[in-house]
């Protein structure tokens, strides 16, 4: 069983390769695209019953270790459908124990994550030393918007301090601002978080149609490409947004 994998579509823009060891995500997001993806439903991908990948530690071994005897230095992200520090990871440390694997055989992988400041500080060892750059999710600085749309996921609080002390640490840090839910809200993260960010990657929102429509997409694409340069910030602009960089009427 192969259990890393080439992700299609819009996923591929996040990275070449990607691999999920907990089936289920119990941070609840509302905007969450993995229940469809899985051809779940919404409460069943988010209820406490996350499950762990069959064998999915020694699969991911095998991989690995196909990967470092061909020399495929595509990076891999840890996770799309799922986060690998939720709750249930403090008890099984799967992800701590793929990312010893990762370290072993010097493969090139990122961690995408809203978990715990705790349980992420925990593998800042292994982060580090296996040059794995770590990724949050952030779409608010306002928490209580937070908590309407990612309930159960860390309070942005923590998440800033998360980046804040792996940049200190000398890891390289990352931020998903995706999806943008409120303009205001993630031009505020930038602004925030820009000393301890060293990359940024900035979409929009997709697939709910009625908060989509209220926001003036390409404003937000001038405002956040002109508040990035400002700051000499290194980025990326999802296509989905990218499309929005001319005004109706051909402007730039
Ligand atoms: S963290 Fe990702 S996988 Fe988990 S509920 Fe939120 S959007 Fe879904």
């Keep these: 069983m192969r259990v890393i994998y080439e992700p299609k579509g819009r996923a591929k823009e996040y990275s070449e390769l990607a691999c999920n060891w907990y089936m289920g995500c119990t941070h609840g997001c509302k905007y969450c695209f993995a229940p469809s ?4 439903k919404m409460e069943d991908w988010h209820s406490p019953d996350v499950a762990i990948r069959d064998k999915v530690v020694e699969a991911f071994r095998s991989d690995a270790e196909r990967m470092h005897e061909n020399n495929d230095k595509r990076p ?3 996770s799309f459908l799922s986060d690998p520090y939720q709750p249930i990871e403090e008890r099984y440390k799967i992800t701590r124990r793929i990312l010893r694997i990762v370290q072993q055989f010097g493969l090139k992988s990122k961690i995408l994550t809203k978990g715990a400041y705790e349980l992420v500080k925990r593998d800042f060892d292994i982060i580090k030393a296996a040059k794995i750059e770590l990724g949050v999710t952030v779409c608010f600085v306002n928490d209580a918007l937070r908590q309407e749309w990612e309930p159960n996921a860390a309070p942005v ?3 800033f301090q998360i980046l804040k002390e792996a940049h200190e640490a000398g890891i390289r840090t990352w931020v998903s601002l995706e999806p943008v839910i409120d303009p ?3 031009l505020a993260v930038i602004r925030k ?3 301890y960010v060293d990359f940024w990657k900035v979409g929009k929102l997709n697939h709910m149609k009625e908060v989509e429509d209220q926001v003036d997409w390409h404003k937000f694409y001038v405002d956040v490409v ?3 340069d ?3 910030a290194k980025y990326y602009i999802k296509e989905d947004l990218k499309k929005y960089s001319q005004s109706a009427d051909g402007e730039v």
Aim: proline share 5%; net charge negative.
């Design 37 to 40: 993806c899985m051809r779940k």
């Design 76 to 78: 891999i992200l840890f």
């Design 157 to 159: 609080e923590e998440r």
């Design 184 to 186: 205001e809200e993630a």
């Design 193 to 195: 978080a820009a000393p």
């Design 226 to 228: 002109a508040l990035l």
């Design 230 to 232: 400002s700051l000499n």
